[in-house]
């Protein structure tokens, strides 16, 4: 086998934010969480909606009581843990202090066409200043510093290299990852589970056989791949993807040979299964890299799981998180 080593990172995907210096002040601050009325709900709120974001940054939002009823399903379905009784309780709170024509908080986040973003940060689509920075929000969680003063204070860059943007091919559903092949030709997987190859000109190929199955859903599916940079000479590839296991489901590596003819996977084989198996359809990961001296990398993500998470490397962009949320 040619590659010697793999080894797993521990990456955050999630949303955890990082205090950033008081002096910088938000255009839309997150109010804190004292200035929800103590009623009946709260503490459901506070205790159930604040795992995964600060649930804070996503009250610049006024529903009716069917739309929040359909937000705290859709976050049940996420992996929000509140039994019935509480998605109740919590779904009549937000519709009662969070209700369409209630005065507007400072930067409510609905966008026109009902798009939505996070207090807290500029809207999805301002444009960003140059030389400004780039990531403005405010701290949302009180033990939260920055690890070095201006660690969230990046400015905006304008790159000097050009870049021309060609449609290549169309028509794909939900291409998720590419590797070139030698003479121009690109191996893509869709999430959904097909592996296909593209010609140079954009052509594109039927799914390729023997593609091991995947769960598709949330953040699930056939992920990353990379070929063995001695593809030439022995056509290996690499690929991650979530694979359905009693229980749940994780996050696999396999490699293949991809056949003479491309038509099919020849030897695949499970390289490695991130642990443990869990119910969570979040935050796979992954990315798959190799070094210079032919270790493959790969990243893995927390799952959402509120243990595990807290160890992950916090990530600092408020412009990535809003962009997720529209
Ligand atoms: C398991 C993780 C998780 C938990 C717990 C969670 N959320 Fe979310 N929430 C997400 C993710 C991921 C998104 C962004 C994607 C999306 O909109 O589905 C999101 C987005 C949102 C949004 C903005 C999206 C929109 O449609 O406007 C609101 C509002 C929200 N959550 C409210 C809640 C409430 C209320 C609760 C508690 C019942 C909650 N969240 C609990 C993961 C979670």
């Given at each position: 086998m040619r590659f010697s080593s793999i080894s797993s990172l521990l990456i955050s995907a999630g949303f955890l934010a990082v205090a950033t210096p008081a002096s910088s002040q938000s255009p839309f601050p997150v109010p804190s969480?004292?200035?929800?009325?103590?009623?009946?709900?709260r503490e459901e709120l506070l205790r159930g909606c604040n795992?995964?974001?600060?649930?804070m940054a996503m009250l610049g939002q006024q529903r009716t009581e069917p739309e929040w009823r359909g937000v705290v399903d859709a976050m049940r379905g996420r992996g929000a843990k509140v039994t019935d009784e509480e998605a109740t309780r919590i779904t009549q709170y937000l519709a009662k202090h969070f209700a369409p024509g209630m005065p507007v908080r400072r930067g409510a986040g609905r966008m026109p066409g009902g798009r939505t973003f996070v207090l807290g940060g500029r809207p999805p689509d301002a444009e960003p200043v140059i030389g400004s920075p780039l990531e403005t929000r405010d701290p949302v969680g009180a033990n939260q510093k920055p690890a070095f003063a201006g660690q969230t204070r990046a400015p905006a860059v304008r790159t000097r290299t050009p870049v021309e943007a060609k449609i290549?091919?169309?028509?794909?559903?939900?291409p998720w990852a590419l590797a070139f092949l030698p003479k121009g030709r690109m191996l893509i997987t869709e999430k959904p589970g097909a592996m296909r190859v593209l010609s140079a000109t954009g052509e594109v190929g039927a799914p390729i056989a023997n593609v091991p199955k995947v769960l598709y859903r949330s953040d699930g599916g056939l992920l990353d791949l990379v070929i063995d940079p001695e593809f030439a000479r022995n056509r290996q590839i690499y690929f991650a993807y979530s694979e359905p296991r009693e229980g749940g489901s994780g996050l696999t590596l396999a490699s293949a040979r991809l056949s003479d003819d491309e038509t099919a996977l020849e030897s695949v084989r499970v390289l490695l299964r991130i642990e443990p198996t869990h119910t969570s359809v979040s935050h796979f990961g992954c990315r798959l890299l190799f070094d210079k001296q032919g270790k493959l990398f790969m990243t893995s993500g927390e799952r959402m799981d509120p243990a595990i998470r807290v160890q992950g490397r916090p990530r600092t962009s408020t412009r990535a998180w809003a962009n997720y949320c529209a």
């Open positions: 969480a004292e200035s929800l009325p103590l009623e009946e709900g795992l995964c974001h600060p649930i290549v091919a169309r028509g794909l559903n939900h």
